[in-house]
């Protein structure tokens, strides 16, 4: 029996890592989008003018509230019946990108409202435009601040990306349920398998993002990390 | 024709109006200081000199433009306006010289190693040469004003506003920094919201007075000390000076 799996795992090793390539892309892909509207929102969100606060207050709200499975399904199949056909890989990026931007957002906001008023105050006492204050002054503390907080949105966002199965991506997850049906001898051998890939993957991230925290660290000025 | 000109400046938060019309002005390299209790306005007059925070009604010049004028571009003037800032408010993530430099590169657009020279020139002016390469979080309070005043000063400044810049620092470390302001007197024009008697009536051409919104009294250190015209003005001014020393 241990054999078998065994050897059933060894067998699909080339299809499993063809799905944990997918598996990457889409995340790597989401989470760059996501990134960048994320940035971007919360900014508008801060310092815009109304109603645009307000336009991405109710898209933040309606996100957050939405399961993921429930946007993958609306997207893929919903827009479908509409006469927009999607790739599914597609699709699960849209989706993805649209929950996590919604989440991002709040980590971005706050910390935005981390950067002491006064940064600002100063920086547009020299001269600098708004546009320039929060390029130079603002977004650079900003990035500091939320490395905690968006190391984790992006590891959430690796392993939400197992949902897009649902919708017929063949990443990772897929392949895993697909071995399941087509051989399903020693299955449990394979599901450990992929359950150490997304382990791999979390814990990698995590550590390349804790590195970069300590990097950019401003000597004296961030909290010192408890462990 | 005056360098800084305020006149009949008004401004209110809500129902609270924190400045009655005040009108006053500063010449070439004159060097005001403005005191009076907590409260009464005197950082929001000099927000509202740099237009950070604008009057609602009332006029601002200066060399002869009207910066209250919605018009003038107050990105360009306000390199001409140094503030230097109670709560200093140096950018977190930059080191000391490039809190100094970052204005003369990207405000100026002075080249990298041009501003960083000057930057290093002004810090060394302020006695921190030592200190260019720490981040605002291992200075110490009075480091960090003085980092502040080099910032300002490297953007050639024709005036600087101070709002209470020795206020948030030790007594001991009052000292340095009322050096570098003394050291500045004649040559460039301050504004300077202080509660430092001895330093205003050592430096100071002229004291503003100022209470409840209103501008009580005004005139030379002599006059203001000596015999000031108002009972108000002579009260204050008493009990001040047992505070803070006649130096």
């Known amino acids: ?227 | 024709m005056h360098m800084l000109e305020v006149k009949e400046i008004h401004k209110s938060y809500g129902s609270c109006e924190v400045l009655k019309g005040i009108s006053f002005t500063v010449d070439k390299d004159e060097t005001k200081v403005i005191i009076g209790t907590s409260g009464t306005g005197k950082s929001t007059l000099l927000k509202c000199i740099n237009q950070i925070d604008p009057p609602d009604k009332g006029e601002v010049w200066l060399d002869g433009e009207e910066l209250t004028n919605l018009s003038t571009d107050m990105n360009r003037i306000r390199q001409k306006i140094g503030f230097v800032f109670q709560d200093f408010n140096l950018f977190n993530h930059l080191t000391a010289l490039q809190n100094v430099s970052i204005g003369l590169e990207k405000v100026k657009k002075i080249e990298k190693e041009k501003a960083k020279a000057r930057a290093f020139d002004e810090l060394k002016n302020v006695g921190l040469e030592k200190q260019a390469g720490q981040y605002p979080a291992q200075l110490s309070g009075g480091q960090k004003q003085r980092v502040g005043i080099a910032r300002a000063l490297a953007m050639d400044p024709v005036i600087i506003l101070f709002d209470e810049p020795t206020s948030a620092l030790d007594p001991e470390l009052i000292g340095d920094v009322l050096d570098v302001m003394k050291s500045l007197a004649g040559k460039v024009a301050m504004l300077i919201v202080t509660h430092e008697m001895g330093f205003a009536r050592n430096v100071a051409d002229e004291i503003i007075f100022m209470e409840g919104g209103n501008i009580i009294e005004s005139g030379s250190p002599e006059k203001m000390f000596n015999n000031a015209n108002k009972e108000r003005t002579r009260e204050f001014l008493g009990r001040i000076s047992c505070l803070y020393g006649k130096e």
């Open chain 1, 1 to 227: 029996m241990v054999l078998l799996g065994i050897n059933n795992l060894i067998n699909n090793l080339p299809f499993l890592f063809e799905g944990l390539g997918v598996t990457i892309l889409l995340t790597l892909i989401s989470v760059a989008l996501a990134t960048l509207f994320g940035i971007l929102l919360a900014m508008g969100r801060c310092y815009g003018r109304q109603p645009l606060p307000f336009i991405i207050y109710i898209y933040e709200k309606v996100f957050r509230g939405l399961p993921l499975l429930v946007i993958f399904f609306l997207i893929y199949f919903g827009l479908s019946q509409q006469g927009i056909h999607l790739k599914a890989f597609y699709a699960a990026v849209i989706g993805l990108v649209l929950h996590s931007t919604a989440y991002q957002i709040q980590i971005f906001r706050s910390a935005i409202s981390a950067v002491p008023d006064g940064q600002k105050t100063a920086a547009m006492s020299l001269g600098m435009s708004k546009l320039k204050t929060i390029y130079y002054i603002i977004t650079p503390q900003v990035l500091r601040f939320s490395i905690p907080g968006w190391s984790n949105e992006f590891t959430i966002l690796l392993k939400d990306s197992s949902i897009a199965f649902s919708i017929g991506v063949v990443e990772l997850m897929a392949r895993g349920d697909a071995i399941n049906s087509m051989n399903p001898e020693g299955i449990l051998y394979v599901l450990l398998f992929i359950a150490f890939l997304y382990f791999i993957l979390v814990f990698s991230i995590n550590r390349g993002l804790n590195y970069l925290e300590k990097r950019y660290r401003i000597s004296g000025y961030a909290a010192t990390s408890v462990r």
